[in-house]
Structures are given as structure tokens and as C-alpha cells.
């Protein structure tokens, strides 16, 4: 947790009225502070400051320990369904050999399959560098070879002694994996 959200509790709570809700989630309106804490002492819980930034703020009695409890649990369920997309790298070189080619495709395709972004890179190396087109042609072959998963986005760049491209998952699935 980053930040994190510091709530008020009973005595801290320093406004003269709040908007009240009590125990059992029913709404009973604007009350003094003093009614709102004599009220949580006889239900033996909490006032707890829910909403600080409304006027007057809205207080909540309930027990503070199983609050923080729910309220951590809830937030390690929503962390747990996010995806983090990370964007993996494939490194080719224009005269890779055939079975080298298809084990790199190999990668890409399960790094796509579980929601990754994949770039490629064509690296040259010394005289390579006077026939880029073997490069382009490696990278255009493996873009071929997943734009049943994935799409291009944006079209391959040259930069320096390397061709780079980044394909992201697309919508389609391959049907028979």
C-alpha cells in the first residue's frame, strides 16, 4: 500500500455536527458530535469518519478493527484481478537459423497468450549492416507468424544497429492451442 488513508476514530473527529449513519447502516441525519459519540459508547463501537470531505462529514458507527479488517481485504482482492502488462523482448538476428527462429516464436506466442506486450528486436552486427532488408524481412516474417494473437503498434523503426517492434495482444485468440 502507497498511500495510505488515515480515517478519523472517536475523540480525533474534531466538527461540531455530522451526518450520521449507525450501526446498522440506517441513516439517522445531522446530530452533534456528542450524540454521535454517546451513541457509539452504548452500541460498545466506533464513530468512524467515512466521507471527511463532505460538509458536514459523514460518520458511521462500527466497529473499527473489523472496518480496517474488510477494508484491507477488499483492497488485496481488487490488487489480485488487476493485470500488470509487461512488455517482454525477443532478440533476433537477421540470419537466424529456422530452428532458433521458431523457438523465439515460441516465446512470443505464450508471452502474447498471457497478456504481455512483445518487442521484437533485430539486432546487425558488423557487415550486417549493409543488408538491413534481412532484418526486416526476419521481423516481418515473425510479425506474420502472430497476427493471429497479436497486433503491430506501430510500424518496425529502425534505430541505430537494431529494427524494433512492439506487438500487443489483439482480441482474437487462436483457436486451436
Do not use: W
Amino acid at each position: 500500500m502507497t498511500k495510505e488513508v488515515r480515517l478519523k476514530v472517536n475523540r480525533q473527529i474534531r466538527v461540531p455536527n455530522v451526518r450520521l449513519i449507525d450501526e446498522n447502516g440506517k441513516q439517522v441525519g445531522i446530530v452533534a458530535i456528542q450524540d454521535a459519540l454517546r451513541m457509539a459508547d452504548q452500541a460498545n463501537l466506533d464513530l468512524v469518519e467515512v466521507v471527511p470531505t463532505s460538509s458536514p462529514p459523514v460518520c458511521k458507527i462500527i466497529d473499527y478493527g473489523k472496518f480496517r479488517y474488510d477494508q484491507t481485504k477488499r483492497e488485496k482482492e481488487s490488487k489480485k484481478a488487476q493485470h500488470q502488462i509487461k512488455v517482454k523482448e525477443i532478440k533476433l538476428k537477421p540470419n537466424i537459423d529456422e530452428h532458433d527462429f521458431d523457438t523465439k516464436l515460441r516465446h512470443a506466442r505464450n508471452f502474447i497468450s498471457k497478456g504481455n506486450k512483445v518487442k521484437i528486436s533485430c539486432f546487425f552486427r558488423g557487415r550486417e549492416m549493409a543488408h538491413p532488408e534481412h532484418g526486416e524481412a526476419v521481423v516481418k516474417r515473425m510479425c506474420e507468424a502472430l497476427e493471429d494473437i497479436a497486433a503491430s503498434e506501430s510500424p518496425a523503426k529502425r534505430m541505430g544497429r537494431a529494427i524494433i517492434l512492439v506487438l500487443a495482444p489483439s482480441g482474437k485468440k487462436k483457436s486451436s492451442e
